[in-house]
């Protein structure tokens, strides 16, 4: 059963980096089939999409937080990272990694992990 | 970049009664779309895929159309444990993703 695992720290102080790593379990990272999503929640909001990697290396990030955001892999330990810089109050949320997948052209989050909360505060 | 609108905001409906949400694009996603139920505390949980198709583990009574512009997730006899949020998901070529805005399913 594929899981996937959110860890790093709860709390961020405004303007220094965000950093969360996904550890998946019972898939491997390096399939051909899947990249590797970031999307966060604000509280009480909706989804926002934040970008994702392919096993390969090549990423795609919302254009609203491209300047801030970095995804990478390390596919030795089958896990994925986020950072994000200049964090403010606004970055607050849930952050939740996921599995996209795609079948005859559509595509979707097929695994969620539970989420993680970071607060940016000081 | 395509939005996705989802209506109503908030559904009012007692056990047992059927449920029709709506997602509505901006342009064309073809039959590219997804819906996800989230219960307050839990992560998204997959609901539908292209349009139409439900995912594993996915109840019967719940059932997606649509294609282009104008897409329906209905739940035909509701249980309780069918109340949350359900937000729909569109999938094109730039962005490659966006989510609805949701539709909070109470009871009533």
């Known amino acids: 059963q594929v899981q996937l695992q959110e860890s790093g720290p709860g709390l961020v102080r405004p303007s220094q980096t965000l950093s969360l790593t996904c550890t998946v379990s019972g898939d491997s990272i390096s399939s051909d089939d899947y990249y590797w999503s970031w999307i966060r929640q604000p509280p009480g909001k909706g989804l926002e999409w934040i970008g994702y990697?392919?096993?390969?290396?090549?990423?795609y990030y919302n254009p609203s937080l491209k300047s801030r955001v970095t995804i990478s892999v390390d596919t030795s330990k089958n896990q994925f990272s986020l950072k994000l810089t200049s964090v403010t109050a606004a970055d607050t949320a849930v952050y939740y990694c996921a599995r996209w997948d795609c079948t005859n052209g559509s595509c979707y989050f097929s695994y969620w992990g539970q989420g993680t909360l970071v607060t940016v505060s000081s | 970049d395509i939005v996705l609108t989802q209506s109503p905001v908030t559904l009012s409906l007692s056990p047992g009664e059927r449920a029709t949400l709506s997602c509505r694009a901006s342009q064309s996603v073809r039959n590219y779309l997804a819906w996800y139920q989230q219960k307050p505390g839990q992560a998204p949980r997959l609901l539908i895929y292209?349009?139409?198709n439900r995912a594993t583990g996915i109840p019967a009574r719940f059932s997606g159309s649509g294609s282009g512009t104008d897409f329906t997730l209905t739940i035909s006899s509701l249980e309780p444990e069918d109340f949350a949020v359900y937000y729909c998901?569109?999938?094109?070529?730039?962005?490659?993703?966006?989510f609805g805005q949701g539709t909070k399913l109470e009871i009533k």
């Open positions: 990697i392919y096993f390969r290396g090549s990423t």
């Open positions: 998901q569109h999938r094109s070529n730039w962005p490659p993703c966006s």
């Open positions: 292209g349009a139409s």
